[in-house]
C-alpha cells in the first residue's frame, strides 16, 4: 500500500508562485512513476505534469508548460510542482498520483495507469 500526502496549496494573485510536495514514503517509491492531476469545479480531473522513475524525464499538458516544473526527490520519496506564473484558470485541487512499481523510462500521462492518490490540496489563483 502507497500512502501519498500532499501539502503546500494555498491562496495567491494571478502571476504569483507556489510549491506543491507529495510525500510518498517507502522502499519502492524510486520504482514508482509519479504525477500530478488536477480538478477544477464542475470540471473533470486533467493531466498537469508526470516524472518517470528514474527522474530523467517529464511531461507536461500543453496548459502549463513553460509554468511549471516537476521534480523528485528519491532520496527522501517526495515530489514537487514549482507553479510559476499562476493564471485564474490554474485554480483546482491537486492531486499527487503513483503507478504500481514500474521500471519506466518515460514519464507516464494516463489517469487510468495510477493506482495510488492523494487527498488533494486547493490551490486557488485570485484575478
Known amino acids: 500500500q502507497v500512502q501519498l500526502v500532499e501539502s ?30 488536477r480538478q477544477a469545479p464542475g470540471k473533470e480531473r486533467e493531466f498537469v505534469a508526470a516524472i518517470n522513475p528514474s527522474r530523467t524525464s517529464t511531461s507536461y499538458a500543453d496548459s502549463v508548460k513553460g509554468r511549471f516544473t516537476m521534480f523528485r526527490d528519491n532520496a527522501n520519496d517526495t515530489v514537487y510542482l514549482q507553479m510559476d506564473s499562476l493564471k485564474p484558470e490554474d485554480t483546482a485541487v491537486y492531486y499527487c498520483a503513483a503507478t504500481r512499481v514500474s521500471y519506466t523510462s518515460i514519464p507516464v500521462t ?18
Open 8 to 37: 503546500g496549496g494555498g491562496v495567491v494573485q494571478a502571476g504569483g508562485s507556489l510549491r506543491l510536495s507529495c510525500a510518498a514514503p517507502g522502499r519502492t517509491f524510486g520504482s514508482r512513476a509519479m504525477a500530478w492531476f
Open 110 to 127: 494516463a489517469m487510468g495507469r495510477y493506482g495510488y492518490w492523494g487527498q488533494g490540496t486547493q490551490v486557488t489563483v485570485s484575478s
